[in-house]
């Protein structure tokens, strides 16, 4: 290894513990507390990785996030100047992402905030807007009808910005307001006698949420204009972010010399539903105002997103994904092998998401440049009270293709909103930080 890349590798490994535990970290910090999104990565954990690997490639940075979730790493990337792309399967992250990689005037998202108070207060209709299958499980009438205010009230703003800024406080006050439990991902109602008495509004708990977001947009475009990436009103490098499924394709020409992403631990139906999370907000949210090129039908059902997702669809045969996966991940290989009947129908289970993460890669690694560095957040599982091991599987996958481990990091998960409810939540204490450096 050269001194160059010796001492890179030193100062990523000087992190402190604190750091990468999260534990110095803020809910507010770069706008991550616009939506409650799951299993979000960490911004003070990401943000000194992204600082050392930016000073380490010593030229302007592009950073792609091929799972980009709630986005932090990308905002995380603006702060510092960089150019920046993500793409996701779900809609909510998109829109969500949109909204945090848009430059927002501030005088102008207060102006937003009074006018659209002004105009809910004056609603007196209670004419309920949107109409889908088990509305009155997930919804209250009541609930419903001031769902409606809010929608009619975004509806009028003309500018599609200020709408996408206004559909996040509404998707965040319908996870709260709505039937569905908030101590799980998955979709499961609360009890008849809790829903008769809980005291929820609609509109209060709107006019909270848009109250802060505004507040966490203005600091974070603060923040882009103290650091000087902002230039006639707008941010001075490239943010982008597009609706895409990784495993189909990168839709972008764009090439990158640094990707840090964070994928799915498995198939979300096991692990995280973030397409579950999504379902009832994206009921209210006009597709038009997310991304005109979304190809799934993420309505068809509650289960569409995440049936989409890495691992969530069964089209080849399990043999011929094994006889393929095997050859490039012989921990795989072992770990699925040593299960039979149904433990090991559970096991395809994990070789159907590592086939399609597998072919994900195989999509990204056109876009990385020479000496580019990619750093991934992966969590290991369990599965049939056996331990996946994510982590050396990912290493295999990427040693396939002759690129070695560059350095590894580990961390406690103290601050990742995880879920609670969940078996897969209950031996998941550690992630790895795990760099790669593609020379070739």
Same mark, same amino acid.
């Given at each position: 290894?050269?001194?160059?890349?010796?001492?890179?590798?030193?100062?990523?490994?000087?992190?402190?513990?604190?750091?990468?535990?999260?534990?110095?970290?803020?809910?507010?910090?770069?706008?991550?507390?616009?939506?409650?999104?799951?299993?979000?990565?960490?911004?003070?954990?990401?943000?000194?990785?992204?600082?050392?690997?930016?000073?380490?490639?010593?030229?302007?940075?592009?950073?792609?996030?091929?799972?980009?979730?709630?986005?932090?790493?990308?905002?995380?990337?603006?702060?510092?100047?960089?150019?920046?792309?993500?793409?996701?399967?779900?809609?909510?992250?998109?829109?969500?992402?949109?909204?945090?990689?848009?430059?927002?005037?501030?005088?102008?998202?207060?102006?937003?905030?009074?006018?659209?108070?002004? @105009?809910? =207060?004056?609603? &007196?209709?209670? /004419?309920?807007?949107?109409?889908?299958? !088990?509305? +009155?499980?997930?919804?209250?009438?009541?609930?419903?009808?001031?769902?409606?205010?809010?929608?009619?009230?975004?509806?009028?703003?003309?500018?599609?910005?200020?709408?996408?800024?206004?559909?996040?406080?509404?998707?965040?006050?319908?996870?709260?307001?709505?039937?569905?439990?908030?101590?799980?991902?998955?979709?499961?109602?609360?009890?008849?006698?809790?829903?008769?008495?809980?005291?929820?509004?609609?509109?209060?708990?709107?006019?909270?949420?848009?109250?802060?977001?505004?507040?966490?947009?203005?600091?974070?475009?603060?923040?882009?204009?103290?650091?000087?990436?902002?230039? @006639?009103? =707008?941010?001075? &490098?490239?943010? /982008?972010?597009?609706?895409?499924?990784? !495993?189909? +394709?990168?839709?972008?020409?764009?090439?990158?010399?640094?990707?840090?992403?964070?994928?799915?631990?498995?198939?979300?139906?096991?692990?995280?539903?973030?397409?579950?999370?999504?379902?009832?907000?994206?009921?209210?949210?006009?597709?038009?105002?997310?991304?005109?090129?979304?190809?799934?039908?993420?309505?068809?059902?509650?289960?569409?997103?995440?049936?989409?997702?890495?691992g969530g669809r069964i089209k080849e045969d399990i043999k011929i994904?094994?006889?393929?996966?095997?050859?490039?991940?012989?921990?795989?290989?072992?770990?699925?092998?040593?299960?039979?009947?149904?433990?090991?129908?559970?096991?395809?289970?994990?070789?159907?998401?590592?086939?399609?993460?597998?072919?994900?890669?195989?999509?990204?690694?056109?876009?990385?440049?020479?000496?580019?560095?990619?750093?991934?957040?992966?969590?290991?599982?369990?599965?049939?009270?056996?331990?996946?091991?994510?982590?050396?599987?990912?290493?295999?996958?990427?040693?396939?293709?002759?690129?070695?481990?560059?350095?590894?990091?580990?961390?406690?998960?103290?601050?990742?909103?995880?879920?609670?409810?969940?078996?897969?939540?209950?031996?998941?204490?550690?992630?790895?930080?795990?760099?790669?450096?593609?020379?070739?």
């Amino acid at each position: 290894m050269s001194k160059i890349n010796k001492h890179i590798k030193s100062t990523i490994n000087s992190i402190s513990s604190e750091v990468l535990n999260g534990e110095n970290y803020s809910r507010s910090d770069f706008a991550r507390s616009i939506l409650n999104y799951p299993a979000m990565m960490v911004p003070s954990v990401q943000e000194p990785i992204i600082q050392k690997l930016s000073e380490a490639l010593n030229t302007e940075v592009s950073l792609f996030d091929p799972f980009t979730g709630a986005s932090n790493t990308l905002v995380t990337g603006m702060k510092y100047g960089m150019n920046v792309f993500g793409q996701d399967i779900n809609p909510l992250s998109i829109l969500l992402s949109q909204v945090k990689t848009t430059f927002y005037n501030a005088e102008e998202l207060n102006e937003l905030e009074i006018r659209v108070c002004n @105009n809910i =207060q004056n609603d &007196k209709s209670k /004419k309920i807007e949107i109409s889908f299958v !088990n509305i +009155n499980k997930w919804f209250t009438k009541e609930i419903q009808i001031e769902l409606s205010r809010i929608y009619r009230a975004i509806r009028r703003e003309v500018n599609k910005d200020m709408r996408k800024f206004l559909w996040v406080a509404m998707a965040e006050t319908i996870r709260l307001t709505s039937n569905d439990r908030t101590s799980t991902f998955k979709m499961h109602m609360r009890p008849i006698e809790e829903i008769n008495s809980r005291q929820v509004s609609a509109l209060r708990t709107f006019f909270s949420v848009m109250t802060k977001n505004v507040k966490n947009i203005n600091d974070f475009i603060s923040i882009l204009i103290q650091n000087g990436h902002i230039k @006639n009103g =707008q941010y001075i &490098k490239q943010a /982008k972010v597009v609706w895409g499924d990784t !495993n189909s +394709n990168i839709k972008t020409n764009q090439t990158f010399n640094l990707l840090v992403t964070s994928p799915p631990y498995g198939d979300n139906q096991t692990t995280v539903t973030y397409g579950q999370f999504s379902y009832l907000p994206l009921q209210w949210i006009p597709v038009e105002d997310i991304d005109n090129n979304i190809e799934l039908e993420y309505l068809k059902s509650t289960q569409e997103i995440d049936g989409k997702s890495l691992g969530g669809r069964i089209k080849e045969d399990i043999k011929i994904i094994e006889e393929k996966i095997f050859e490039k991940s012989n921990t795989l290989k072992k770990f699925v092998c040593q299960f039979k009947d149904n433990e090991r129908k559970k096991a395809e289970k994990v070789s159907r998401f590592i086939y399609e993460l597998d072919n994900s890669i195989d999509k990204m690694m056109p876009h990385m440049r020479e000496n580019s560095f990619l750093a991934w957040t992966i969590g290991n599982r369990n599965v049939n009270k056996k331990v996946v091991r994510n982590d050396l599987i990912l290493s295999e996958l990427f040693l396939f293709r002759n690129i070695d481990l560059f350095t590894g990091l580990e961390r406690d998960i103290l601050s990742k909103r995880m879920p609670t409810k969940n078996n897969f939540s209950n031996t998941m204490s550690k992630e790895s930080i795990l760099i790669y450096k593609k020379t070739t």
